[in-house]
């Protein structure tokens, strides 16, 4: 997808995530829009797209929230580099690797914002940080990962059509 696309897209994504998902949360909790883009995205595209998605998702994200600007685009291009490495053709044809890899990135992702809060002085209770908010959310982005994902399925067809001979 260019960068034509691929802007307004993330911009769009990131008013819905920092204003509309807030209001629809469960329990205060609520899937990570940006992340579950990028997610799949990466299971679906060559290898190295994920992370100028999660780049280019990141700012967007950095621009609107409270965190220190730079800790998300860090976070979602870590993901997106890392579906990079790991992307092999099993994850187009198994069910279930997508909704492991989907619980591993939110740990990741949530990791490396961990991380990096810390880093800067932030005082993070990460016991609790883990366990209340990190693996609810991986689960919530686990049930949610099909809606994202299939629609980006077909726009991936529809940008990349294959060539049948």
Do not use: C, K
């Not at 769009?12 to 469960?26: D, E, G, R, Y």
């Not at 730079?70 to 279930?96: E, K, M, P, Y």
């Amino acid at each position: 997808m260019t960068l034509w696309l691929l802007v307004p897209a993330f911009a769009i994504v990131s008013i819905i995530q920092t204003a509309v998902l807030p209001m629809v949360s469960i329990a205060g909790l609520r899937p990570d829009l940006a992340l579950l883009i990028v997610v799949a995205w990466g299971l679906l595209s060559n290898p190295g797209e994920a992370a100028v998605w999660g780049f280019v998702g990141g700012l967007f994200l950095d621009l609107a929230s409270g965190l220190p600007f730079g800790t998300q685009t860090l976070a979602l291009t870590g993901v997106g580099l890392l579906l990079s490495l790991a992307q092999t053709n099993i994850f187009r044809s198994n069910l279930l690797l997508p909704p492991a890899a989907m619980l591993l990135a939110t740990l990741v992702y949530n990791l490396i914002i961990l991380g990096i809060l810390s880093t800067l002085g932030w005082q993070i209770n990460w016991e609790d940080y883990v366990v209340w908010i990190t693996l609810p959310t991986a689960l919530i982005n686990t049930f949610v990962l099909p809606l994202v994902y299939f629609p980006l399925q077909r726009l991936h067809r529809f940008l990349h059509p294959q060539v049948e001979w």
